[in-house]
């Protein structure tokens, strides 16, 4: 007759932290502890991964432990006759039991709150982006890789995949809710594409594009041929008296770190009864008022804080599109799903959305240190969330901050705000400098 009872604790350890340890010493006050651990085949098998450490590991870190007296390969479930094979009076389990043990031979354990193996290895997913974000871009984007835009990301397919699927519905319920607008349509690109064929898809006439940069003017090259184009200036839009068919510009130009008041240009599209086209690239997600466009078309990895690989037209139920002669150059392949769509960028954009109004308010933060900061060399008005124009030369102060380079020709720098989206604390500031200044 034993006199000292043998007691079982069945786990897999493929990670092991402390809830294990204070679960094994619960289990040595009932008796000599005996590890029941489980095979790498059966992990693969049952989790369908391979365990980050092997069986022999395992058993050598468990058997290293001080409440611990033996460690054995048992199956994925634990059978009576599990137990008797090995002389076990008790199994020790925590509250997810389901192995088919008489009562008498269980005693059922509540688990430590607030760590598992899935919690660490989502926290080890985060510990990497976090290295991997080493570099600050003072980029428009995607300027930083967060850990909520890569969680999500899988084999994924945009038919038969009812996960996907669940997710694509997700993201463009949202995106309407962002841009206002009553139709999106997704594809696999940039935001030039959508642009582009959002252009070709609904613009013609006579079209008036306000000037604030490159980014608004490159629209031109982007029209049907047949458009009649008037080009002005922000400043000069209260003198148009003319009617057009169309008003074209960017919300936010990034490459000048300037932003139009779009209620002043849509007073503009109503007395010249023209529609609105709007370039939100640099704006969705950060600006208010894009309810206000007519048509409007962006990327997915700026102010949405997305993967880059996605675009996205997004317009009013009373615009119908043109007829197009093209097969990839048409908005309703896009709409119909007749090409390969942007499936990853999408997950991303599936992990964000909970967590967009934190990265925006961190957007912010960063806007406000660098107005803060230099409060003398930055523009009064018409101030975008996104980016801020200094009248000045910056300078990096280490080889891993990388600065942006605007396609306007400027006197001075332009800082984008998304590369610390990734963390609480605004630390820019201190990694970058006006050149001559001490």
Not at 58 to 71: G, N, P, Q
Not at 296 to 314: D, R, V, Y
Request: glycine share 6%.
């Amino acid at each position: 007759m034993r006199s000292i009872k043998r007691v079982m604790v069945d786990m897999s350890a493929t990670l092991i932290h402390h809830g294990h340890i204070r679960l094994l010493e619960q289990a040595s006050q009932h008796g000599s502890v005996i590890v029941g651990l489980t095979s790498d085949d059966e992990i693969l098998r049952r989790k369908h991964y391979q365990p980050e450490l092997s069986f022999a590991h395992r058993k050598e870190i468990l058997t290293a432990i001080r409440y611990v007296d033996d460690v054995v390969m048992v199956p994925w479930v634990i059978t009576q006759d599990i137990l008797e094979q090995h002389q076990i009076d008790l199994l020790i389990h925590g509250e997810d039991n389901v192995n088919p043990i008489d009562s008498a031979s269980i005693k059922v354990v509540p688990r430590t709150r607030g760590i598992s193996s899935t919690q660490l290895r989502c926290r080890a997913q985060k510990s990497i982006t976090q290295i991997n974000n080493q570099k600050l871009m003072l980029t428009p984007g995607p300027a930083a890789l967060v850990h909520e835009s890569i969680k999500h990301l899988k084999p994924l397919f945009g038919r038969g995949d009812d996960e996907y699927s669940g997710m694509a519905r997700a993201v463009i319920s949202w995106i309407k809710d962002l841009s206002g607008q009553d139709e999106v349509v997704m594809a696999q690109g940039s935001a030039t594409f959508a642009l582009e064929l959002a252009a070709h898809t609904f613009v013609k006439g006579q079209v008036l594009l306000i000037s604030t940069g490159y980014y608004s003017d490159r629209l031109r090259k982007l029209l049907p041929a047949e458009c009649k184009v008037k080009i002005c200036q922000y400043d000069e839009i209260v003198d148009i008296q003319a009617e057009f068919d169309w008003i074209l510009c960017a919300y936010t130009e990034t490459s000048t770190a300037f932003r139009i008041d779009l209620s002043e240009v849509k007073n503009l599209a109503e007395r010249s009864h023209a529609r609105l086209y709007v370039d939100a690239t640099g704006s969705i997600g950060l600006e208010k008022n894009h309810e206000l466009a007519d048509v409007m078309a962006f990327s997915s990895c700026k102010g949405l804080f997305g993967m880059t690989g996605a675009c996205f037209i997004a317009y009013k139920n009373h615009m119908k599109p043109k007829q197009a002669e093209h097969f990839y150059f048409n908005v309703e392949t896009h709409r119909n799903k007749l090409v390969t769509g942007p499936y990853h960028a999408i997950a991303s954009l599936y992990g964000i959305i909970k967590y967009h109004h934190i990265f925006r308010q961190r957007v912010a933060d960063s806007k406000a240190c660098v107005l803060e900061r230099w409060p003398d060399l930055v523009r009064q008005n018409n101030q975008p969330l996104l980016c801020t124009y200094i009248a000045g030369k910056i300078v990096a102060k280490d080889k891993h901050t990388v600065l942006y380079s605007p396609r306007s020709d400027l006197d001075g720098s332009v800082i984008c705000h998304l590369g610390e989206i990734h963390q609480p604390t605004v630390n820019c500031h201190h990694r970058i400098s006006l050149a001559g200044s001490s």
